[in-house]
């Protein structure tokens, strides 16, 4: 059985949750508080739970986990652990990072506390946070534009794919049968991704003795690198969800000032 409760929501039967730790609500009166408590905080704030995804783009290769013969590698690959392929160089990354930190900026202690997930954002600036983050979204998308633009976004899309197959190729011994595909370019990219679907190819079912196993390989772990500069920017989510809380933790409290509510998380 799994537990379904959503946080989002207010479960009145904490018997049947996997958090047996909630004091249970069992009489109309502790019902009544505890809701009185919940509007009292509503009237001074929401809690907010902020995800920023997509930015960073990587992939890894490990011999272990791959079933290569060990004819077909030389013997110093025997002693190499898990490497990561970054999409991005340290510079673009770091300019990423900043931009993340640009949406964070929003919360100081003038609007806001910090939550173990999150921030509680005080209700007159909810309006200001809704208008920062698409004016925020914008920027982020117009800077990304212009940092990956001019067919940087591909030139870096290929230059990744070309260091996983360099490394394959720096470790394979010869009597490996493998050919090693130099220009992967987006539409050869594009069309390869293709035909892997079209035949419902994964990397478990690639065979090592397959002469195209490196490119096939590197085709599939870079699946969810986004083939285009838009689709990179499109598919970056920053998320901003109001929570509220289960009405249980609210029994025995007595919220009556945002010093309340922060003694109360502390205590989560």
Same mark, same amino acid.
């Given at each position: 059985?799994v537990?379904?409760?959503?946080?989002?929501?207010?479960?009145?039967?904490?018997?049947?949750?996997?958090?047996?730790?909630?004091?249970?609500?069992?009489t109309?009166?502790?019902?009544?508080?505890?809701?009185?408590?919940?509007?009292?905080?509503?009237?001074?704030?929401?809690?907010?739970?902020?995800?920023?995804?997509?930015?960073?783009?990587?992939?890894?290769?490990?011999?272990?986990?791959?079933?290569?013969?060990?004819?077909?590698?030389?013997?110093?690959?025997?002693?190499?652990?898990?490497?990561?392929?970054?999409?991005?160089?340290?510079?673009?990354?770091?300019q990423?990072?900043?931009?993340?930190?640009?949406?964070?900026?929003?919360?100081?202690?003038?609007n806001?506390?910090?939550?173990?997930f999150?921030?509680?954002?005080?209700?007159?600036?909810?309006?200001l946070?809704?208008?920062?983050?698409?004016?925020?979204?914008?920027?982020?998308?117009?800077?990304?534009?212009?940092?990956?633009?001019?067919?940087?976004y591909?030139?870096l899309?290929?230059?990744?794919?070309?260091?996983?197959?360099?490394?394959?190729?720096?470790?394979a011994?010869?009597?490996?049968?493998?050919?090693?595909?130099e220009?992967?370019?987006?539409?050869?990219?594009?069309?390869?991704?293709?035909?892997?679907?079209?035949?419902?190819?994964? *990397?478990?079912?690639?065979?090592?003795?397959?002469?195209?196993?490196?490119?096939?390989?590197?085709v599939?772990?870079?699946?969810?690198?986004?083939?285009?500069?838009?689709d990179?920017?499109?598919?970056?989510?920053i998320?901003? *969800?109001?929570?509220?809380?289960?009405?249980?933790y609210?029994?025995?409290?007595?919220?009556?000032?945002?010093?309340?509510?922060?003694?109360?998380?502390?205590?989560?």
């Open positions: 059985m537990d379904s409760s959503d946080p989002r929501q207010l479960p009145l039967f904490p018997e049947l949750s996997e958090h047996p730790q909630l004091p249970s609500i069992t109309l009166p502790e019902f009544d508080h505890a809701l009185n408590n919940l509007i009292k905080i509503s009237d001074m704030g929401a809690f907010i739970q902020l995800n920023i995804q997509g930015f960073n783009k990587r992939f890894s290769l490990h011999f272990a986990e791959l079933n290569i013969p060990g004819d077909f590698l030389n013997p110093e690959a025997a002693g190499e652990q898990l490497v990561t392929f970054q999409l991005f160089p340290d510079e673009i990354r770091r990423q990072k900043k931009m993340a930190y640009e949406v964070k900026s929003f919360f100081t202690s003038k806001s506390f910090r939550t173990p999150g921030y509680f954002l005080f209700r007159s600036h909810f309006t946070w809704k208008h920062y983050l698409e004016e925020t979204r914008k920027s982020i998308d117009k800077k990304l534009y212009q940092l990956l633009g001019q067919g940087q591909g030139r899309l290929q230059q990744s794919l070309r260091d996983g197959l360099d490394y394959l190729r720096q470790f011994s010869d009597l490996a049968p493998w050919t090693f595909e220009d992967l370019t987006v539409p050869r990219l594009e069309a390869i991704r293709h035909q892997l679907r079209q035949d419902n190819r994964s *990397i478990a079912s690639l065979r090592p003795t397959e002469v195209t196993y490196p490119r096939d390989l590197i599939l772990k870079t699946l969810h690198f986004p083939l285009h500069l838009s990179y920017v499109e598919q970056i989510q998320t901003s *969800i109001f929570k509220t809380i289960h009405l249980e609210l029994v025995d409290k007595e919220i009556k000032t945002l010093e309340d509510v922060q003694k109360l998380v502390e205590e989560m």
